[in-house]
């Protein structure tokens, strides 16, 4: 199958701090991935797309300079929360899709809160 | 632009009887449609697709949809639900190529023993 991994799961952080999430592709090579927000009982926002090698691409109303987005090589793309505050506490996803499937395939999700 | 929506906020269900989550899609072009599965605190698990062929789709966990073009819909079934099928459904979109899925805003099923 095709699996994918997101690290930490779970991170508690102060206001003001940063945070970084790792996403992974563990047995196949991802071009695109994508970050999506997730609030409590609530559908999943997509915030970026993920380019390896260029630029992410950004929702609208989806800060670039808090939100970064690395997708440095073919099976890792971080997501880096900057100066973060409580009104970033979310549920955070990524998908990657495989080349020749139609389906994206989901990490586990990281619970960020923002103390 | 495209679109999905679920009407149910939350469906229940006895246990051994059969389930449908419902969804109705709006696309301009072919539609590629998902059915995916959210356990508490857990990212998703895709359970099925249809991307062309057969109207029916058969996915995992005994899941199935069947993909309706005259009624833009892509209802969610199974025979006999179990207590262990209660999660949150969403139902997705996507056109063709490296694009991201578009969700519903998902429904709830509770399957009650």
């Known amino acids: 199958g095709a699996v994918v991994s997101q690290h930490p799961s779970r ?6 701090t940063s945070v970084k999430i790792e996403c ?3 047995d196949f090579q991802a071009t695109t991935m994508f970050w999506y927000r997730q609030f409590p009982k609530q559908s999943l926002m997509l915030m970026a797309t993920s380019n390896e090698g260029s630029k992410a691409t950004y929702e609208q109303g989806v800060e670039k300079d ?3 987005i690395n997708h440095a090589s073919l099976t890792l793309s971080t997501l880096t929360v900057t100066s973060a505050h409580p009104e970033d506490s979310s549920f955070y996803i990524c998908s990657a899709n495989r080349q020749g499937a139609y389906e994206q395939y989901f990490g586990p999700g990281t619970r960020l809160t923002v103390t | 632009a495209q679109s999905v929506a679920q009407p149910e906020d939350q469906v229940n269900v006895a ?3 059969p389930l449908t989550v419902k969804c109705t899609y709006s696309v301009s072009g072919n539609p590629y449609l998902f059915w995916y599965v959210q356990y508490p605190n857990r990212g998703l ?3 099925l697709k249809y991307i062309t062929g057969d109207n029916l789709v058969k996915g995992s966990y005994g899941f199935e949809a069947e993909f309706n073009k005259s009624q833009t819909s892509f209802h969610l079934k199974k025979p006999s639900a179990l207590v262990s099928d209660s999660a949150l459904y969403f139902c997705a979109v996507k056109a063709l190529g490296n694009t991201p899925l ?8 509770s399957v009650i023993a």
Not at chain 2, 102 to 109: A, P, S
């Open chain 1, 11 to 16: 991170v508690i952080c102060k206001s003001g």
């Open chain 1, 24 to 26: 992974r592709s563990l």
């Open chain 1, 66 to 68: 808090k939100f970064l």
């Open chain 2, 15 to 17: 246990e051994g009887n």
């Open chain 2, 45 to 47: 698990q895709f359970l």
């Open chain 2, 102 to 109: 578009v969700f519903g805003k998902g429904t709830r099923l």
